[in-house]
Nanobody
Framework: QVQPVESGGGSVQAGGSLRLICVDSQQTYSAYSEGWFRQAPGKEREGVAAIDSDGRTNYADSVKGRFTISKDNAKNTLYLQMNSLKPEDTAMYYC?????????????????????WGQGTQVTVSS
C-alpha cells in the first residue's frame, strides 16, 4: 500500500490561513470517501472534513465556515483550505484515504477503519 503524503502545515497567528495538500498516488475505486483528521496533544484523533467521489462534503462543527475540503482527481490530490485559524486548531493533521463510509459518517470512524493514513503535517496557531 502507498502512503499519502501531506504538506502545507506550518505556524501562523490567529486569524491566518494555511492550505494543506495530500498527494495520494494510489487509487482505490471501492473507497467511499477521503478526508482530513487531526490530533492535538493529549487528545484523541478527530475527523475534520471529508469528501466523496461526487464532491459531497462534511465538516466538523468546529471548522464549519472556516475550512474547505476539495480534491483534484486529475492530480490525485486532496486539499484543506483553512481560514480564520484559531489556537484551538493547533494539531497534527492527517490525510485519510480509503474511508469505508460516506461523508455523513466518515468523521466518526475509528483510526483502524481508515484504509491508509498519511504521515501528518503539523499546524500551530499562536494567539
Amino acid at each position: 500500500q502507498v502512503q499519502p503524503v501531506e504538506s502545507g502545515g506550518g505556524s501562523v497567528q490567529a486569524g491566518g490561513s494555511l492550505r494543506l495538500i495530500c498527494v495520494d498516488s494510489q487509487q482505490t475505486y471501492s473507497a467511499y470517501s477521503e478526508g482530513w483528521f487531526r490530533q492535538a496533544p493529549g487528545k484523541e484523533r478527530e475527523g475534520v472534513a471529508a469528501i466523496d467521489s461526487d464532491g459531497r462534503t462534511n465538516y466538523a462543527d468546529s471548522v464549519k465556515g472556516r475550512f474547505t475540503i476539495s480534491k483534484d482527481n486529475a492530480k490525485n490530490t486532496l486539499y484543506l483550505q483553512m481560514n480564520s485559524l484559531k489556537p484551538e486548531d493547533t494539531a497534527m493533521y492527517y490525510c485519510a484515504a480509503d474511508l469505508p463510509t460516506g461523508v455523513e459518517t466518515a468523521l466518526l470512524i475509528s483510526a483502524p477503519e481508515v484504509g491508509r493514513w498519511g504521515q501528518g503535517t503539523q499546524v500551530t496557531v499562536s494567539s
